[in-house]
């Protein structure tokens, strides 16, 4: 970053009297630098882009192979991945209760499923029904409206059976929450549960994402569910 600084004080204090030769090919030097530094940002995030995919595609793979999936089970979770709001982690749809009732509900509105193999599904993977975000109907206010707490919350990873890890929530709204990243082992993308008590009202193992981190990696922005509610077949 020093380097930066360096070249951005050079460029304003060069003599006046350089030829209009000497200040092009300065001035190349420095929009060049700046457009190399543009390109490997944007060629780290493809490659963080591409990593992140593979992650996603080896989870869904050792989960459908854990759970003995046959070709139909999957092909139906193919189609219910179509409601989520980011395909690629369909592995929920498998690992959360929540996230597979939601998108079934979203399917079924427009299509009839076969009930046989949602039975399957969720015999083989054993998922449960908890009472979750369904009870936080009271939550239900515009999107862009947040409300500063201070209340105590538990969290963990999508694929524990239950959120457990002790934090604390700051805001919360209809669409997310911010809260303390217990040991900054939480990083953006990662895909969570939450519980909390608001007003005598428990909301139990909430599912949510990581939308990012906040400095330092000591707070998280979480954005609530994973499943679209407006998608159009």
């Given at each position: 970053?020093?380097?930066?600084?360096?070249?951005?004080?050079?460029?304003?204090?060069?003599?006046?009297?350089?030829?209009?030769l000497?200040?092009?090919?300065?001035?190349i030097?420095?929009?060049?630098f700046?457009?190399?530094?543009?390109?490997?940002?944007?060629?780290?995030?493809?490659?963080?882009?591409?990593?992140?995919?593979?992650?996603?595609?080896?989870?869904?793979e050792?989960?459908?192979?854990?759970?003995?999936?046959?070709?139909e089970?999957?092909?139906?979770?193919?189609?219910?991945?179509?409601?989520?709001?980011?395909?690629?982690?369909?592995?929920?749809?498998?690992?959360?209760?929540?996230?597979?009732?939601?998108?079934?509900?979203?399917?079924?509105?427009?299509?009839?499923?076969?009930?046989?193999?949602?039975?399957?599904?969720?015999?083989?993977?054993?998922?449960?029904?908890?009472?979750?975000?369904?009870?936080?109907?009271?939550?239900?206010r515009?999107?862009?409206?947040?409300?500063?707490?201070?209340?105590?919350?538990?969290?963990?990873?999508?694929?524990h059976?239950?959120?457990?890890?002790?934090?604390?929530?700051?805001?919360?709204?209809?669409?997310?929450?911010?809260?303390?990243?217990?040991?900054?082992?939480?990083?953006?993308?990662?895909?969570i549960?939450?519980?909390?008590?608001?007003?005598?009202?428990?909301?139990?193992?909430?599912?949510?994402?990581?939308?990012?981190?906040?400095p330092?990696?000591?707070?998280?922005?979480i954005?609530?569910?994973?499943?679209?509610?407006?998608?159009?077949?």
């Amino acid at each position: 970053m020093e380097k930066t600084f360096e070249v951005i004080r050079e460029l304003f204090v060069r003599d006046l009297r350089t030829t209009p030769l000497e200040t092009a090919l300065f001035l190349i030097v420095v929009f060049g630098f700046f457009g190399l530094l543009v390109l490997a940002n944007i060629l780290r995030r493809r490659k963080e882009k591409k990593q992140l995919s593979r992650l996603h595609r080896e989870k869904w793979e050792k989960l459908k192979e854990k759970h003995h999936l046959t070709v139909e089970e999957s092909g139906l979770l193919e189609k219910l991945s179509v409601f989520l709001k980011n395909p690629e982690k369909k592995y929920l749809l498998i690992s959360d209760y929540q996230v597979f009732q939601n998108a079934l509900s979203e399917y079924g509105s427009r299509n009839e499923a076969d009930g046989e193999l949602v039975g399957s599904i969720l015999t083989k993977t054993d998922m449960h029904t908890v009472s979750g975000f369904r009870q936080g109907e009271q939550l239900k206010r515009r999107k862009s409206t947040r409300h500063k707490v201070q209340i105590p919350a538990k969290i963990a990873p999508a694929e524990h059976t239950t959120a457990h890890i002790e934090t604390r929530m700051f805001n919360l709204s209809a669409g997310g929450c911010k809260t303390d990243n217990p040991g900054q082992r939480f990083h953006a993308g990662d895909d969570i549960k939450i519980s909390f008590l608001l007003k005598g009202k428990a909301y139990t193992d909430v599912p949510g994402e990581v939308v990012r981190t906040g400095p330092g990696s000591k707070t998280l922005h979480i954005s609530f569910g994973h499943v679209k509610k407006t998608h159009t077949v």
